[in-house]
């Protein structure tokens, strides 16, 4: 299965060796969906059937053929890249512009590691752009044993943040070999009323909204929403303005930019794979139900071809 034919001048053919079922791919497929967003996301995705047919929002992978006009890329490169919307990574080739969001595999890793980087690691970095983490900054990070949980636990850690995850108590131990300094388990506790606040808060759970988690924020910090209903992203910019915190929403920019310096972070060693269960191409129905329970830690990765 291809997910894109013959590509243009500006695209590289990638045959895809590893993928990874997201929560992204799980929205999009059972359209489970934050309050509110139910009618968008049906009139993105269409209505009575998929415009996407094939999932998959990132991809590891090598260079099989380019395009007359690619000049960044040739056949035989290891490659990793991030088709967000597009979709199409659950494919064995998938056609990506030499401008899109993708840059050279980490030397260090296999392709089942380095796809680890894409979806969970781009998202978190991006909204951390939103905001700025120094040493010693206090970061919470909720639902930090998550794709985008443990690449937040990483990347605020590795600027010398003081990092306190959420998760579960049977979670602890990973999130402090990222590098949390302290870890909440929310079945024990709600972080949101234990008295403390933070300079940056990123909510990876979709339960930690202005309205509840806005108190707990320092003055001039910022909440992180990465999971929003409808009326959190409409008032983003409002309570921004009115509460002096940036309170961010939405989508995200992905960049190849941002790609290569995750790339770089895993090559010198200061970012590492966390993966739950790998899956064979043929048995994605099994990678999607176990996505589906929610309680995956990482990512699940999705293999297409052996390496």
Known sequence: MRSSSAGGPDEVLVKVYA??????????????????????????????????????????????????????????????AMLGSRFGGHAEYVCISQDGVITAKPR????????????GGTTAHAFFRRTAIKPDSTVLVNGASGSV???AVQLAAQVGARVTGVCSGANRELVTALGADRVIDYTAEDFLLEGRTYDVI???????????????????????????????????????KRSGKVIA???????????????GLAESGRFQAVIDRTYDLADIASAHRFVDTGHKKGNVVLRIAAS
């Open 108 to 119: 260090n890793m296999t392709f089942t590691d380095a796809v680890t980087l894409v979806f």
């Open 149 to 151: 949980g443990t690449a």
């Open 19 to 80: 993928s990874t079922v997201s929560a992204a791919d799980y929205r999009s497929r059972s359209r489970s969906v934050p309050k509110g967003l139910a009618v968008p996301v049906a009139l993105a995705l269409e209505v009575f059937r998929p415009r996407k047919r094939v999932l998959g929002m990132d991809v590891a992978g090598v260079v099989e053929v380019v395009g007359l006009g690619v000049t960044s890329f040739r056949p035989g490169d290891e490659v990793i």
């Open 202 to 240: 990123m909510d990876c759970v979709g339960n930690a909204p202005f309205e509840r988690a806005g108190a707990c924020v320092n003055p001039g910090g910022a909440l992180l929403l990465v999971i929003s209903d409808l009326k959190g992203l409409l008032l983003a910019a409002w309570n921004t």
């Open 249 to 263: 929403a939405g989508n995200i920019e992905n960049t190849s930019e941002s790609l290569a310096f995750l790339v």
